[in-house]
């Protein structure tokens, strides 16, 4: 079935640093990949996405890079600050009518910005 | 912007009670509702796809049985975890997609579900 590994599943960076955290998908037909911040107990917020007709998405500090060929896509968070510390999912999935549309997430990874 | 509302945000209840989780869109149709749960520490696992007036589709290795779906309108989904069990305690979290499409999916703020 469908499957996304994400990695690293921790990262710890120096405020002002940039993270990078990178997920490759098993399924050639996803068509979007969003990425989403957790913060503990509280519901994944989407922070940026990226579909399949595109490579780069930017969004200020944040930015998007999607390899389709590759079958992977990583983030990019640039000036790092402590307020980014959280745990960010990326997700895979195929669009409707032929698809729901359903999420599949990776393992997530838990990112801490040092002041 | 978009809202889904999910309700109770907690729960805590002895086992072999049934519990019942709902999930609405407030300000969109969804067609579409999907439910997560997430054990401490890990990801969101999709449970199954609630699909507006028919049956919901699960994942596998999720029994239909022990975790029941209705979605009995373009706004509604509910999740009835039946006879729980302390193995059963995990946050729920439902998401929708807005019926118009190509939408991101927004989520609900999850149901802290505790058995005893």
């Known amino acids: 079935g469908e499957n996304v590994e994400q990695h690293p599943s921790t990262l710890s960076v120096q405020e002002g640093d940039s993270a990078v955290i990178k997920c490759t998908y098993s399924?050639?037909?996803?068509?979007?990949f969003p990425w989403y911040k957790q913060e503990l107990g509280k519901r994944p917020q989407l922070i940026i996405d990226i579909r399949s007709n595109v490579g780069e998405k930017k969004d200020q500090r944040i930015a998007v890079t999607l390899n389709k060929t590759a079958k992977h896509f990583s983030l990019h968070i640039t000036e790092t600050q402590p307020e980014d510390s959280a745990v960010y999912f990326c997700?895979?999935?195929?669009?409707?009518?032929?698809?729901?549309?359903?999420?599949?997430f990776g393992q997530g990874t838990t990112l801490q910005v040092k002041p | 912007g978009a809202v889904v509302s999910q309700h109770p945000s907690w729960v805590i209840c002895k086992s072999g009670t049934s519990v019942k989780i709902e999930c609405r869109s407030l300000d969109f149709q969804a067609t579409t509702m999907f439910w997560y749960r997430q054990f401490p520490k890990q990801s969101l696992m999709l449970m199954a796809t609630s699909n507006e007036g028919s049956k919901a589709t699960y994942e596998q290795g999720v029994e239909k049985d022990k975790f029941l779906i209705n979605h009995a309108s373009l706004t509604l989904s509910t999740l009835t975890v039946t006879s729980a069990h302390p193995e059963d305690s995990s946050f729920y979290i439902c998401?929708?997609?807005?019926?118009?499409?190509?939408?991101?999916?927004?989520f609900g703020d999850g149901t802290r579900l505790s058995i005893l």
């Open positions: 998401s929708a997609r807005d019926l118009r499409g190509n939408q991101p999916q927004h």
């Open positions: 997700a895979a999935s195929g669009a409707p009518p032929g698809n729901t549309g359903k999420l599949i």
């Open positions: 399924d050639s037909a996803s068509n979007y």
